[in-house]
Antibody
Framework: QVQVVESGGGVVQPGRSLRLSCAAS????????IHWVRQAPDKGLEWVAV????????YYADSVKGRFTISRDNSRNTLYLQMNTLRAEDTAVYYC????????????????WGPGTKVTVSS | QSVLTQPPSASGTPGQRVTISCSGS????????VIWYQQLPGTAPKLLIY???QRPSGVPDRFSGSKSGTSASLAISGLQSEDEADYYC???????????FGTGTEVTVL
């Protein structure tokens, strides 16, 4: 059973850093791209970033480019999101999401989502 | 910010058909496939439609998707109370070089 579980959320002051993790199981992690998506309180979904199976291709939303870094450790079946220079507007639930094997890893449907981890940026 | 526009709300009575639109551009929907997600209150999104009109296994055939030019639609036929949720379209945007979600539509079953 394909599963992803996020961790690492919490309360952090503006300007500080935080690293989120996403533990994957039930599929060949090293063969799959994977995304981060976030949702601010009572707001819609916002895509954050995607990384290819080997980590060689990474794409970011303009809102996080230059501040956030997506990375992966295929030996640990784990995805990361390093978030620097955090702002109040980064407050959200952060989801990692696995692409459907029947679709493009970056451009297609995301068929397995974790429960999310909450990040609050506040002084 | 979102570059896919959806109506904020839609509603229908049980058994009715409801349609949700999603308007994009030539760089998003016009050049890429459309995806639809359902998000029940307090839960993570669920994939409903991919590649414009394909349903993952387990998704009822009451849900159908279509695309024409720079717009797409999700139709829910035989509306049921458990369909009350937020629905989001999504697509890759070649100008942004990123994935974009629609503004979201809240569906209410009257």
């Amino acid at each position: 059973q394909v599963q992803v579980v996020e961790s690492g959320g919490g309360v952090v002051q503006p300007g500080r850093s935080l690293r989120l993790s996403c533990a994957a199981s039930g599929f060949t992690f090293s063969s799959s791209g994977i995304h981060w998506v976030r949702q601010a309180p009572d707001k819609g979904l916002e895509w954050v970033a995607v990384i290819s199976h080997d980590g060689n291709s990474k794409y970011y939303a303009d809102s996080v480019k230059g501040r956030f870094t997506i990375s992966r450790d295929n030996s640990r079946n784990t995805l990361y999101l390093q978030m620097n220079t955090l702002r109040a507007e980064d407050t959200a639930v952060y989801y990692c999401a696995h692409p459907s094997p029947d679709d493009d890893y970056a451009r297609g449907g995301l068929d397995v989502w974790g429960p999310g981890t909450k990040v609050t940026v506040s002084s | 910010q979102s570059v896919l526009t959806q109506p904020p709300s839609a509603s229908g009575t049980p058994g009715q058909r409801v349609t949700i639109s999603c308007s994009g551009s030539s760089s998003s929907i016009g050049g890429n496939t459309v995806i639809w997600y359902q998000q029940l209150p307090g839960t993570a999104p669920k994939l409903l439609i991919y590649k414009n009109n394909q349903r993952p296994s387990g998704v009822p055939d009451r849900f159908s998707g279509s695309k024409s030019g720079t717009s797409a639609s999700l139709a829910i036929s035989g509306l049921q109370s458990e369909d009350e949720a937020d629905y989001y379209c999504a697509a890759w945007d070649d100008s942004l070089n990123g994935y974009v979600f629609g503004t979201g539509t809240e569906v209410t079953v009257l």
